[in-house]
């Protein structure tokens, strides 16, 4: 089961840098990638970032990155996100998705399909 908690350590407003948790549970942490993927309002669900499950490579796209820092606590299970410069455009429900493999190459980060247990999503609403 993969469950994210909710955990604010800025202000959801352009430019903050709150922190998004996700806590694990159900299965070996250690031995899976895990990513956070969004869903903005009307659009369909996009990859943002991911973790090997090593945590010794990580992946973001374009948009997010230098802003997005993604980490994982494999004695804790849990993986972080941590969002600075936040723009209207990162507006979304974000979901914490553990993967089917263990380091699976930037190709398979992206695909959604291979996500076999999700959170139930956290709101992030970016709005002056």
């Known amino acids: 089961q993969v469950q994210p908690v909710e955990s604010w350590g800025g202000l959801a407003q352009p430019g903050g840098s709150p922190r998004l948790l996700c806590v694990a549970s159900?299965?070996?942490?250690?031995?899976?990638?895990i990513s956070w993927v969004r869903q903005a309002p009307g659009k369909e669900l996009e990859w943002v970032s991911g973790l090997v499950s090593s945590g010794t490579s990580t992946y973001y796209i374009d948009s997010v990155k230098r802003r997005f820092t993604i980490y994982r606590h494999n004695a804790l299970n849990t993986v972080d996100l941590q969002m600075r410069s936040l723009k209207p455009e990162d507006t979304a429900r974000y979901y914490c998705?553990?993967?089917?493999?263990?380091?699976?190459?930037?190709?398979?980060?992206?695909?959604?399909?291979?996500?076999?247990?999700w959170g139930q999503g956290i709101e992030v609403t970016v709005s002056a």
């Open positions: 998705a553990k993967s089917v493999f263990p380091f699976p190459a930037l190709e398979l980060f992206r695909r959604i399909e291979e996500y076999d247990a």
């Open positions: 159900g299965f070996t942490f250690g031995h899976y990638s």
